[in-house]
Nanobody, 124 residues
C-alpha cells in the first residue's frame, strides 16, 4: 500500500519555474516506479513523466521534454517534478502516481496508487 501527497503547486508567470513534490508513505516506495500526470477540466488525464525505482530510467511526454525533470529521493520517499520554462498551456492539476511495474510507463492503467493532485496555474 502506498499513499501519495503532492505539494508545490501554485501560480507562476509564463517562463517561470515550479517544483512539485510527492511524498509517499509505505514500505514499497523505493521499489515503485513513479509517474506524474496532469488533467485539465473536461479532458483526459495525460502522462507527463515517469521514473524507475532506481532513478536510472526516465521518460517524458514530448510536450514537456527539455523543460521538465523528474527525480526521486528514496531516502525521503519523495519524487519531484522540476518544471521550467512554464507555459500557460501547462496550467492544470498535476497528479503523482505509483506502480509496481519495473519500467516507467506512460499508461494510466498500470498505476495503482494516486495522489489527490496539486494545482499549477501559469499566467501569460
Amino acid at each position: 500500500q502506498v499513499q501519495l501527497v503532492e505539494s508545490g503547486g501554485g501560480l507562476v508567470q509564463a517562463g517561470g519555474s515550479l517544483r512539485l513534490s510527492c511524498a509517499a508513505s509505505g514500505r514499497t516506495f523505493s521499489s515503485s516506479t513513479m509517474g506524474w500526470f496532469r488533467q485539465a477540466p473536461g479532458k483526459e488525464r495525460e502522462f507527463v513523466a515517469a521514473i524507475s525505482w532506481s532513478g536510472s530510467t526516465k521518460v517524458y511526454a514530448d510536450s514537456v521534454k527539455g523543460r521538465f525533470t523528474i527525480s526521486r529521493d528514496n531516502t525521503k520517499n519523495t519524487v519531484y517534478l522540476q518544471m521550467n520554462s512554464l507555459k500557460p498551456e501547462d496550467t492544470t492539476v498535476y497528479y503523482c502516481a505509483a506502480t509496481v511495474y519495473s519500467l516507467p510507463s506512460s499508461s494510466l492503467s498500470v498505476y495503482k496508487y494516486w495522489g489527490q493532485g496539486t494545482q499549477v496555474t501559469v499566467s501569460s
